[in-house]
């Protein structure tokens, strides 16, 4: 069960590409993240900005926890009446189960079930339990735990009216690694000398790298690396200058999985 993606690219795009616009004063339609299916950049006027991830390079081990919480099922109903709308409840690790229903009329839609459903669990659930209408979908119910009593178990009445999905698990594993991701900046000027050449701007983002970029990154839990290279270089046509500077940040890839509770076990010996 996956919760997050494990590095946050997009708003680390964003970040740099917000990095090099205001630090350069480059037009922002000129600075362009590169994706793998791009053949080549196009052209374009200078002065341009052109942002592509160099590299990422595994640091660590992966570490995993396991985290207890309380859970939540979420349960949605998905078609229209008449049928029975419930579920077998089962609180703890309890093989007994309560069935907590109501029986929806001809034609009722499913979010006129699911409130009658929400206000047959709030009067049948055990102490411990609460269920509310998920405010999110008109058509599902949240019952949760408590500190008490974290753990219960839910099996649908009817599947052909009724889901059951956890919405919280009671042990999600979180998973980490920490790794080093490097961004390069290429930047292309008409000016091969002075500071209207590409090093210029390269100059000024490295300057207010630490105040413009750093930050962003940091909320996203990457701290800055240093700087593995910054090159300028003017072609021998001398038409343009060209500069590549790479920035380097060292951070956590994280990610989750549940895993399923065990609620009961029971161990039987017969003798030979």
């Known amino acids: 069960m996956p919760v997050t993606d494990p590095i946050a690219l997009?708003?680390?795009?964003?970040?740099?590409?917000?990095?090099?616009?205001?630090s350069t004063g480059i037009d922002g339609a000129h600075v362009r993240v590169q994706t793998e299916r791009d053949q080549g950049e196009a052209r374009g006027p200078a002065p341009k900005a052109?942002?592509?991830?160099?590299?990422?390079?595994?640091?660590?081990?992966?570490?995993?926890?396991?985290?207890?919480?309380?859970?939540?099922?979420?349960?949605?109903?998905?078609?229209?009446?008449?049928?029975?709308?419930?579920?077998?409840?089962?609180?703890?690790?309890?093989?007994?189960?309560?069935?907590?229903?109501?029986?929806?009329g001809v034609g009722d839609p499913p979010a006129t079930s699911a409130a009658a459903?929400?206000?047959?669990?709030?009067?049948?659930?055990?102490?411990?339990?609460?269920?509310?209408?998920?405010?999110?979908?008109?058509?599902?119910?949240?019952?949760?735990?408590?500190?008490?009593?974290?753990l219960f178990a839910s099996a649908t009445a009817d599947a052909a009216l009724l889901t059951v999905t956890t919405a919280e698990p009671h042990l999600p594993y979180f998973t980490r690694i920490e790794c080093q991701i490097v961004w390069r900046?290429?930047?292309?000027?008409?000016?091969?000398?002075?500071?209207?050449?590409?090093?210029?701007?390269?100059?000024?983002?490295?300057?207010?790298?630490?105040?413009?970029?750093?930050p962003a990154m940091h909320a996203l839990g990457f701290r800055h690396a240093g700087t593995p290279q910054a090159t300028p270089f003017v072609p021998i046509t001398r038409d343009e200058s060209i500069a590549t500077f790479d920035v380097a940040f060292i951070g956590l890839a994280t990610g989750a999985f549940?895993?399923?509770?065990m609620r009961a076990a029971g161990l039987t010996e017969t003798a030979a």
């Open 185 to 214: 900046v290429t930047f292309r000027a008409d000016g091969v000398s002075g500071v209207t050449m590409a090093t210029g701007s390269m100059n000024k983002a490295m300057m207010h790298r630490r105040t413009l970029l750093d």
């Open 50 to 104: 052109t942002i592509s991830l160099v590299s990422l390079v595994q640091l660590s081990q992966q570490g995993r926890s396991t985290i207890r919480q309380i859970m939540t099922d979420r349960y949605t109903v998905i078609a229209d009446g008449p049928g029975e709308v419930g579920v077998d409840f089962y609180p703890g690790t309890s093989l007994a189960p309560q069935r907590i229903s109501i029986v929806a």
């Open 258 to 261: 549940a895993a399923v509770a």
């Open 117 to 150: 459903l929400l206000v047959q669990l709030q009067a049948d659930l055990p102490a411990g339990y609460t269920a509310i209408l998920d405010p999110n979908d008109a058509t599902a119910v949240l019952v949760t735990g408590s500190s008490g009593s974290p």
């Open 10 to 22: 997009d708003d680390m795009e964003d970040a740099l590409w917000n990095w090099v616009v205001q």
